[in-house]
């Protein structure tokens, strides 16, 4: 098994330095950066950028569908006909939004170590102290906010949706399930599809928090870099430029998914 994974690690290894923009065989780095502080090697500050794009994407992609689902429940909650489920609801958002994003990161990357490790002291635990993955503490705070936010947009887009529409669904004898799945999420994607283009694009920037906590995305790979060549405005301006290349890539993206999204409803 361990033989497995550790094949399984290779072939992706390899499989994100072959399409690795950076400094991957057609990467820009590889070949306009040689003989610069953004040569790919020993020789500068390539491969270290060119991870930090890396982790700054993977945070973001992973996030997204994360805070997505937990947005919805949250937005089916705020919604229920059930009072502690919409008060609930309602606590969960007002928390999330009240907090600045880096305390809410602070809370569960330092919070977390410090309930699992009080759990297991209570369990009889004489081991080392326990320490959350950075990747995953940033992920869950990031998910949280996220869905924090993304709870009010899907909100506003299912009261935007007539109350025919579930008369309709009860008319022709669909369970609760299937109205929603078949005649109000198409709705609903198409209504909140603006303002979660919105969300994305802040939480891309957003990501920019993990850094923080050490983990290596963009900002804390520019960061070390300044820090050992002296380079702050050249290492600076760089991460602005990463950071609007995909902000500008999400947009592009982005149009496509609107784009598709009213011609499916136009075929509806």
Request: aromatic share 12%.
């Amino acid at each position: 098994m361990g033989g497995l994974f550790s094949a399984l690690g290779s072939f992706w290894s390899s499989l994100v330095h072959i399409f690795d923009p950076l400094c991957g065989p057609v990467g820009i780095f590889a070949w306009f950066g040689q003989s610069t502080l953004l040569a790919c090697g020993d020789t500068g500050w390539g491969d270290e950028i060119a991870l930090g794009l890396q982790v700054t994407v993977s945070v973001a992609i992973v996030t997204l569908p994360i805070g997505l689902a937990i947005g919805f429940l949250v937005a089916l909650g705020q919604q229920s006909e059930e009072k502690p489920l919409r008060l609930a609801a309602g606590i969960y958002t007002t928390i999330f939004r009240g907090l600045p994003e880096l305390l809410t990161l602070f809370i569960i990357y330092y919070g977390m170590q410090m309930l699992i490790q009080s759990l297991l002291i209570f369990v009889g635990y004489d081991g080392p102290p326990v320490e959350i993955n950075a990747f995953l503490a940033g992920v869950i705070a990031l998910s949280v906010v996220f869905s924090a936010y993304c709870s009010e947009v899907l909100l506003s887009a299912f009261r935007a949706i007539p109350k025919g529409q579930y008369e309709a669904g009860d008319a022709l004898g669909l369970h609760h399930g299937r109205t929603l799945r078949l005649i109000i999420l198409p709705q609903l994607v198409r209504i909140a599809l603006p303002g979660l283009t919105n969300l994305w694009m802040v939480l891309l920037k957003d990501t920019s928090y993990v850094s923080i906590i050490s983990l290596a995305d963009i900002l804390r790979q520019t960061s070390v870099a300044v820090r050992v060549t002296k380079e702050p405005f050249f290492f600076y301006g760089l991460a602005c430029c990463l950071y609007l290349v995909l902000a500008v890539l999400s947009s592009f993206l982005l149009v496509y998914v609107e784009r598709w999204a009213k011609r499916s409803e136009i075929r509806r």
